[in-house]
């Protein structure tokens, strides 16, 4: 039989229930955005609205890094350097190359007196320069914004910057949302690219692709890891899958994928695309790529 404390003690646990399964569940979790897909391209004219559009893409695949936060850290880290240990660095790295020129020498020649020469020369022309220029901060180097910018958009958006491509993105207004994490993208969580080949229309790639006909290729698909799940990815799929039929002659949405990944293939597999393996003696000529462990998936428009 239980005694009153036990009573009391179960009364107070059941009181206290209520208010420790919220907190425990709720916590952790992200609230899902009101979202709408967007089309970008710069084919039209590179306006600065435009010019914005393709760095927040940038950004959303930087891990929403923007430029002024990139830039920040550098200036962070380089006023917090370390100087005397920095100079350390430069001046052993100049001696454990001068050691190593030094033996080899000794190996090579056996001449003791030219072997600690070599030492001396190599410690002091490589240990000294790197001594002055991690220093004086020289390891630490800032970007300018324009270089922070160009290099954002070289690394991450090159297709739709330079060559054509057009990019869908799923964005929120309301950039708040989940602590403002979306705010450095000004709200793309979700994007993918895409380009037109072997178009008898003179628009897209001028590269042949193997004897495809006409067809959108998909590629550079990302959905912000906290969100994935929610079918995101099937929008932006919807969206390019109507503009593959109403703006280009395009017969088929093409796209590659690893064998190994059976979690994407079964994806798009449901979204009505199949598969067929491009390590295959006949893979170059029909599809314009050979690669091991890899497959074309592909989805009849027309």
């Given amino acids: 039989a239980m005694n009153n404390n036990t009573h009391y003690n179960i009364h107070r646990l059941l009181l206290l229930f209520p208010l420790v399964l919220p907190f425990r569940f709720t916590t952790n979790a992200l609230a899902i955005p009101k979202i709408s897909i967007e089309k970008v391209t710069t084919e039209r004219c590179l306006t600065d609205d435009v010019k914005q559009e393709v760095m927040d893409i940038a950004v959303f695949r930087n891990k929403l890094v923007s430029a ?5 850290n550098q200036i962070e880290k380089r006023d917090t350097y370390d100087r005397t240990k920095s100079l350390i660095t430069g001046l052993s790295i100049g001696i454990v190359a001068g050691v190593g020129v030094g033996t080899a020498t000794y190996v090579t020649t056996g001449d003791v007196q030219n072997s600690f020469e070599n030492v001396a020369y190599v410690s002091s022309g490589i240990g000294l320069p790197l001594a002055i220029s991690f220093g004086t901060g020289g390891k630490v180097f800032v970007m300018t914004d324009e270089q922070c910018r160009r290099g954002l958009l070289q690394d991450f958006v090159s297709g739709v910057w330079q060559d054509g491509d057009v990019a869908f993105v799923c964005k929120t207004r309301d950039t708040n949302v989940n602590n403002g994490k979306y705010k450095p993208s000004n709200g793309v969580l979700a994007s993918v690219d895409c380009q037109l080949r072997n178009s008898s229309s003179g628009k897209g790639s001028t ?10 290729h998909v590629k550079n698909m990302s959905v912000d890891e906290d969100l994935r799940g929610n079918g995101i990815a099937s929008k932006l799929l919807d969206a390019i899958e109507k503009y593959a039929k109403k703006e280009t002659d395009a017969e088929l949405l093409t796209l590659y994928v ?31 790529t050979f690669t091991f462990g890899r497959s074309i998936m592909m989805k009849k428009i027309r």
Avoid: Q
């Avoid at 002024?68 to 920040?72: D, L, P, S």
């Avoid at 590269?207 to 959108?216: A, R």
């Avoid at 295959?280 to 029909?286: D, I, L, M, Q, Y």
């Fill in 207 to 216: 590269t042949v692709y193997g004897t495809l006909p006409s067809h959108v």
């Fill in 68 to 72: 002024e936060m990139k830039i920040a």
């Fill in 258 to 288: 690893d064998d190994a990944n059976n979690s994407a293939v079964r994806a798009y597999e449901k979204f009505g695309f199949e598969a067929e393996s491009i390590a295959t003696a006949g893979a170059s000529k029909k599809y314009g």
